[in-house]
């Protein structure tokens, strides 16, 4: 290989080790730095992919409700157990607080999000474009992820304010809610159900769900109402700022309206959960509900049902609400919309879904 070779020295060509002369003919330069160059391009390549790759990371986020409320945690939650996962699947998930229900269903169908949590009856109209305070024509890439909990349509009075049921409230200063939430539509609905009009009570509000405990408090409204998952760290505010009470919400009115639609159901929240309020009070309810669109990516929904079902005593345990949960209740309730093809996989695969 030449002579007055002095020494060599080992590198790694391609697949093999070589030993290469310190000094070398003028042809065997020409072939080394060739494959070296080549190698090294490999490499470079290799390391780009690797690169891009997570750059390609997906994020998405989740929209919630007030941080007062069940959607606010509950999405902290959800996205807590997806980014658990993070390293296996390469999704990020972020949660925002939002005004609930409507706007994340309008968020949705500007494709502003990638998840939501709503209630059942909101889902519902969106889906079918038959709700009257729905901004938006029917969506028909809607779909559902999964149902969470039971959501109680709650009325909280102050005590000096004489009301004891849902038909004293006429009259009284009420916060009908925020309009970009639930409670605010169902209040609404609730309204029409009775034969009311804001002309029917003395002064309305729209303060959001994390404003009207303290108002209620400070003596500027007579009535609230919210609808949420119980126990509520909101209506616990409300109960023990002041002295209120938890009315009632029943009636034919009220009757009529369970029946005549699917999404809503009889409820109840229960006695001696709150201050003040030793009895069970009768009321309805919808269901949470978490949703995306067809938009979103099956693999992306898979994972973050994945992430959640697999850790589903965790997330029980993340928030008082979800304590009764079970796997078959979230895929058999108030389902108001298409399940997702990214959930339908995962709950095929573990035999939720035939």
Not at 104 to 112: F, I, K, P, R
């Amino acid at each position: 290989m030449g002579r007055g070779m002095m020494g060599c020295f080992s590198c790694l060509v391609g697949q093999s080790w070589i030993v290469l002369p310190l000094v070398l003919s003028q042809e065997f330069l020409v072939v080394f730095y060739s494959r070296f160059f080549i190698n090294l391009g490999l490499w470079v390549v290799l390391f780009s992919g690797m690169a891009v790759d997570v750059a390609a990371a997906e994020s998405i986020t989740l929209g919630s409700g007030g941080v007062t409320g069940v959607y606010y945690p509950a999405g902290r939650a959800l996205c807590r157990l997806v980014n658990k996962e993070r390293s296996t699947h390469g999704i990020r998930c972020a949660v925002e607080s939002t005004s609930g229900s409507l706007y994340n269903l309008d968020a949705l169908g500007a494709q502003e999000l990638d998840l939501g949590i709503t209630q059942s009856d909101w889902e519902y109209h969106a889906y079918k474009g038959s709700g009257q305070l729905l901004d938006v024509a029917a969506n028909s890439d809607l779909r559902t992820v999964f149902s969470m909990h039971t959501e109680a349509f709650t009325v909280v009075a102050r005590e000096d304010s004489g009301i004891r049921s849902i038909d004293d409230i006429k009259g009284k200063r009420v916060n009908l809610g925020n309009p970009g939430s639930g409670q605010y539509a169902t209040m609404k609905m609730l309204m029409k159900a009775k034969g009311w009009t804001e002309d029917d009570f003395s002064r309305v509000f729209e303060m959001s769900a994390s404003n009207q405990a303290t108002a209620l408090c400070n003596d500027q409204i007579d009535v609230m109402v919210y609808i949420v998952g119980h126990p509520s760290g909101a209506i616990k505010e409300a109960t023990t700022s002041c002295r209120s009470v938890i009315v009632d919400v029943t009636g034919d009115e009220v009757d009529q309206l369970i029946n005549s639609h699917s999404y809503y159901r009889f409820a109840s929240i229960p006695g001696g959960m709150y201050q003040g309020n030793k009895r069970e009070v009768a009321t309805f309810g919808v269901g949470a509900t978490l949703i995306s669109s067809a938009h979103v990516s099956d693999t992306v929904i898979y994972q973050v049902v994945r992430s959640v079902f697999e850790h589903f005593d965790e997330f029980k345990r993340s928030h008082p609400v979800f304590a009764r949960l079970t796997k078959q209740q979230m895929v058999a309730d108030s389902l108001s919309a298409p399940f997702h093809a990214g959930a339908v996989k995962y709950y095929k695969e573990v035999g939720l879904l035939k």
